[in-house]
C-alpha cells in the first residue's frame, strides 16, 4: 500500500461546481496534513494545513479523520483560477513530508 | 522577501554525462530539502539538510546523487552519471530556522532535467 493515496482524476467540472478530494494515507503515525496545490509547471505551494477540527479558508475545506487515516478537501464555487493539481502531503515526523501523487482539477466556463 | 532561487531552469543532457544543480535557500532557513518530481507523480524527497548536516538521506540513489551544503547556506545536487530514468524535475525546498511538524516548506521553480 503507498503511504500516500489519492484520487486518480482529472476531475471536470464546470465553473460554481462543488468538488471533493479525497486522500488516505497509511502511516498511523503521521502528525501533520497538508494540501498543496501545483500549477503547470509550476512549483507546489502550500494551500491549507488539515486540522483534526477540520478546517476552512474561504470557499476551500479540509477535514482530518485520523481513525480513517483519511483527509478531504473541498472546493465550493469552482473558479476557473481553481485548475491546478492538489496534492495531499503527510508529515511523519520531522519535518519529512510524503506527497501523494496528486488530483488535477479542471475548471470550465 | 525573495524566495528560494535555482538554476539552471532546464537542462539537456546525454546519458552517463554528469550534471549539477544549484539551489539558494530563503535567508535564514536552516533546513533545505531537494526533491525529484518525476512527470505525473508527486514529489519524492532525496535529501534533507539542518544546516549543514543531513537528516535524511533514505531516498537518495547514492551510487550516482550526491549533494552537499557545505557552508549551512547554499547547496548543490549533483548526478554523475545520469540515467534516462533521471529525467526529472529537481525541486529545492527550504524551512525555517527550527523546523517543526507543522513548518511550511517553500519550493523553488525547479530545475527541469531531460536526459536523452
Known amino acids: 500500500r503507498k503511504e500516500v493515496e489519492q484520487d486518480p482524476g482529472p476531475f471536470n467540472v464546470p465553473e460554481g461546481a462543488t468538488v471533493a478530494f479525497n486522500c488516505t494515507y497509511s502511516?498511523?503515525?503521521?502528525?501533520?496534513f497538508f494540501w498543496y496545490r501545483q500549477d503547470c509547471r509550476k512549483e507546489p505551494k502550500l494551500l491549507m494545513s488539515?486540522?483534526?477540527s477540520g478546517n476552512e479558508d474561504g470557499r476551500f475545506t479540509a477535514q482530518l479523520n485520523r481513525a480513517s487515516q483519511y483527509i478531504s478537501l473541498l472546493i465550493r464555487d469552482s473558479k476557473l483560477s481553481d485548475s491546478a493539481t492538489y496534492l495531499c502531503?503527510?508529515?511523519?515526523?520531522?519535518?519529512?513530508?510524503?506527497f501523494g501523487k496528486g488530483t488535477m482539477l479542471l475548471v470550465s466556463p | 522577501e525573495a524566495g528560494v532561487a535555482q538554476s539552471p531552469r532546464y537542462k539537456i543532457i546525454e546519458k552517463r554525462q554528469s550534471v549539477a544543480f544549484w539551489c539558494n535557500p530563503i535567508?535564514?532557513?536552516?533546513?533545505l530539502y531537494w526533491y525529484q518530481q518525476i512527470l505525473g507523480q508527486g514529489p519524492k524527497l532525496l535529501i534533507q539538510?539542518?544546516?549543514?548536516?543531513?537528516?535524511?538521506d533514505s531516498q537518495l540513489p547514492k551510487d550516482r546523487f550526491s549533494a552537499e551544503r557545505l557552508k549551512g547556506v547554499d547547496s548543490t545536487l549533483k548526478i554523475q552519471p545520469a540515467k534516462l530514468e533521471d529525467s526529472a524535475v529537481y525541486l529545492c525546498?527550504?524551512?525555517?530556522?527550527?523546523?517543526?511538524?507543522?513548518?511550511?516548506?517553500?519550493f523553488g521553480p525547479g530545475t527541469r532535467l531531460t536526459v536523452l
Open positions: 525546498a527550504s524551512s525555517s530556522a527550527r523546523p517543526t511538524i507543522t513548518d511550511t516548506q517553500y
Open positions: 539538510f539542518q544546516n549543514n548536516g543531513v537528516v535524511d
Open positions: 502511516n498511523s503515525a503521521s502528525q501533520s
Open positions: 488539515v486540522y483534526s
Open positions: 502531503v503527510v508529515n511523519k515526523g520531522y519535518s519529512t513530508l510524503t
Open positions: 535567508s535564514g532557513h536552516a533546513t
